[in-house]
């Protein structure tokens, strides 16, 4: 029993020093563009439901919280702002499924085959979303969502949600980003940014490092259908969201049970349809629930699912036809171990970056910020000068 457990520690060890640097340069960059972007500026943007608008909604999305609950919360709130809802929804994928750390870190873990097709398949998602919104999201049904959005039900993270930390100054990209304040707007976004995603980066790491430990190939085989490349095709978009849905892990803490379940054998649009469905997890289902009530919560489970499946199907297709998907199931990162290699290097160099970020972030009176993180929906966002 004890080997066992032990077997699964070191493989959630090993994927999370393999991926280490990457989260924290991720979380660097999105922190530099968070410190410079206003929220109120994003709100102007999302009015409508046109292409460009959601071409708009999901680069700003990208640029964004890679939190799956903040991101929610976040849309939400641009939809009581006067967003639309179909550019709020847009922006929620974006924020969970185009950012720069998932891209980074599936091609570490799986190859860079996936981060084309995660970049490929979310606008595909989105476009799809879009049409069954206008299909079957009818006036009564958002008006309804609106009264019960406007009713301010806390779900999670609504305080990290709330909060504009950007720089407050005028001047250019790089004057604000250089600046006292920016390094400071820096520091914190950084450091909250981190507090909202470790419990589902660790959760999932554990999660990746059990399952990939434990549940013989065997089972992962039969229940992706191997041995017929027809029937795995079609059937790996339709389950993969369900084991998504079932795992209750968001965000990037999905990737590492995503390598798993490529290595036991599910199909390339599988694995792109389960890392969509990080926005269709049980808990984020019963956030639905509470933001826009149980119809809406309903629609978006079904919609949101179809896009996902459709993403999954025509990623396969595409790459398929363009002998872009990977003949080989090796994330060997499942078996390797810490060592003294160009990652170690980078992440000790990445790790004092971080703290950097964290000592700044203690001394310019963030610490307080952290307890505010789950606070109502209602709070007013901090300002900076």
Known sequence: ?????????????????????????????????????????????????????????????????????????????????????????????????????????????????FTAAEFVGGPIMIVVLAVLFRLFVRGRLLDAARRQAERGVAGSMEGHAAMDMSVRREGSFATRLLSGDGFTAVAHVF??????????????????????????DSWWHALFFTGDPVLSAVWGPLIGPVVAILSFVCSVGNVPLAAVLWN????????????????????????YRKYYGVRMALVLLGTFYAAMVAAGYLVELLFGVAGLIPRERDAAVLESGISWNYTTWLDIAFLVLAAVLVVRFVRTGGVPMLRMMNGTPDEPARERR
Not at 4 to 27: P, Q, T, V
Not at 72 to 99: P, Q
Not at 271 to 279: E, H, M, Q, R, S
Request: net charge positive; hydrophobic share 65%; with cysteine.
């Open 1 to 113: 029993m004890w080997l066992a457990i032990g077997r699964a520690l070191a493989m959630a060890g090993s994927m999370l020093w393999e991926i280490l640097w990457a989260l924290i340069l991720g979380f660097a960059l999105s922190a530099v563009v968070q410190a410079v972007v206003r929220k109120s500026t994003v709100v102007r943007l999302l009015g409508d439901d046109r292409p460009r608008t959601l071409a708009v909604a999901s680069g700003l999305g990208a640029a964004s919280s890679s939190c799956s609950y903040a991101a929610v919360a976040l849309a939400r709130s641009l939809f009581r702002k006067g967003a639309h809802f179909t550019a709020a929804m847009a922006f929620e994928i974006g924020s969970t499924n185009l950012v720069v750390e998932l891209g980074v870190i599936l091609a570490l873990l799986l190859g860079w085959q």
């Open 191 to 216: 450091v909250m940014e981190w507090a909202a995603i470790l419990r589902d980066v660790l959760i999932g790491l554990l999660i990746a490092g059990a399952v990939g430990a434990w549940v013989p």
């Open 264 to 287: 036991g054998g599910i199909s390339f649009g599988g694995v792109i349809a389960f890392l969509f469905a990080d926005l269709l997890i049980l808990p984020i289902l019963n956030i």
